[in-house]
Nanobody, 118 residues
Framework: VQLQASGGGLVQPGGSLRLSCAASRGIFRFNVMGWYRQAPGKQRELVAADVSGRSTNYADSVKGRFTISRDNAKNTVYLQMNSLKPEDTAVYYC?????????????WGQGTQVTVSS
């Protein structure tokens, strides 16, 4: 599957952005759809995850500000980001995870840059 992330850009603190991740195949087949981010000099970290459309998980740093959602009909996952802070600046990556038994396969998008600055 190919994942195409979009929607990044430059935004002022307190602003909002919505990231989109369009998949080339049905996202319904994936157990987890998620967004990760990586800031310069830091490790990639999980931002938000949607588990089979039944539950969601968020990093503590974004709880109450970010919302992940999926549209299976459009094969697209979104990340609505509100009240953005400079520390949210990073490259954001879309992830699709397929879990079969004890194995898992991860697919990654190319990343989209989010810069929060005045």
């Amino acid at each position: 599957v190919q994942l195409q992330a979009s929607g990044g850009g430059l935004v002022q603190p307190g602003g909002s952005l919505r990231l989109s991740c369009a998949a080339s195949r049905g996202i319904f087949r994936f157990n987890v759809m998620g967004w990760y981010r990586q800031a310069p000099g830091k490790q990639r970290e999980l931002v938000a995850a949607d588990v089979s459309g039944r539950s969601t998980n968020y990093a503590d740093s974004v709880k109450g500000r970010f919302t992940i959602s999926r549209d299976n009909a459009k094969n697209t996952v979104y990340l609505q980001m509100n009240s953005l802070k400079p520390e949210d600046t990073a490259v954001y990556y879309c992830n699709a995870r397929l879990i079969t038994g004890r194995d898992q396969v991860d697919y990654w998008g190319q990343g989209t840059q989010v810069t929060v600055s005045s």
